[in-house]
């Protein structure tokens, strides 16, 4: 409910999306509705759902907060069998979007997504794992030709593993940070030439794994530590339309990574 749509380059890409092994999938959030106030949602077998959005000051700006979970705990918690009553199977997630029409030239978004995972069978471990995004985007229009998109967030996943054992009870982490500033700007010098270029600047945190022993465990804490990165980029494409089935796409993409600390 909380997306407006989604693009899939299989193979070959845009010159912005650079920096990728192959495939991306990218997903547009929906902005609220800025006229009046509306309720959405839905219940099922699988997922519940339920949307809120409308106007924070009508025509100018909105909001937009989406939910989802699964019930299936509520269910196998109850079953007879202790290997599918000791069961975990959920997800939930939580999209929020903020926009605001500063005037005809400028206009800014917040959003923010949230997703959490479980996982576990019978006696195995417990697994969880989730996703993070914030993020703050300026639009601005500097004339009829050439407009411009200044984007900054954090994105960050986790993963863990969680053993209940007494004599071997331990927790699993690990995490992968990502803080990102990147600008791109798009001319349109006629109908048949597209111009696009920009960069961007991300600062990467890896905590490749870390395990923490219970009271009475066993086992050894292990920490691998952190690894940090910075990688950055400046790219210049062009899009031309040759005929109404036909077109090029061609560019230029500058890549850099290095790494940081010991």
Do not use: C
Request: hydrophobic share 30%.
């Amino acid at each position: 409910d909380a997306i407006s749509n989604v693009e899939i380059y299989k193979g070959s890409y845009p010159v912005n999306y650079g920096g990728r092994l192959s495939s991306v999938m990218h997903i547009r959030q929906r902005d609220g509705n800025n006229e009046k106030f509306q309720v959405s949602g839905g219940i099922g077998l699988i997922t519940s759902r339920l949307l809120l959005e409308g106007p924070l000051k009508k025509n100018k700006s909105s909001y937009l907060v989406s939910g989802r979970s699964t019930f299936w705990d509520y269910l196998i918690r109850g079953a007879e069998n202790p290997t599918i009553s000791d069961s975990r199977a959920n997800f939930q997630d939580l999209n929020v979007k903020l926009n605001f029409d500063i005037n005809q030239k400028n206009k800014i978004f917040f959003a923010g997504y949230l997703g959490r995972d479980e996982n576990k069978f019978g006696f195995d471990v417990l697994r969880k794992w989730g996703n993070r995004l914030a993020s703050f985007r300026w639009n601005h229009i500097h004339n009829a030709k050439l407009f411009s998109n200044f984007t900054t967030y954090l994105s960050n996943y986790n993963y863990r593993v969680i053993e209940n054992d007494d004599l071997a009870s331990f927790v699993g982490t690990s995490r992968i940070t990502d803080y990102t500033t990147k600008t791109n700007f798009t001319y349109f010098r006629n109908p048949e030439h597209i111009y696009t270029f920009g960069g961007s600047l991300t600062y990467h945190r890896l905590t490749p794994g870390r395990r923490i022993p219970g009271v009475s465990s066993s086992n050894n804490e292990v920490d691998l530590g952190n690894e940090n990165a910075i990688e950055s980029s400046l790219y210049f494409g062009n899009e031309v339309k040759i005929n109404k089935k036909n077109s090029i796409n061609a560019g230029l993409r500058f890549s850099h990574f290095s790494n940081i600390g010991p």
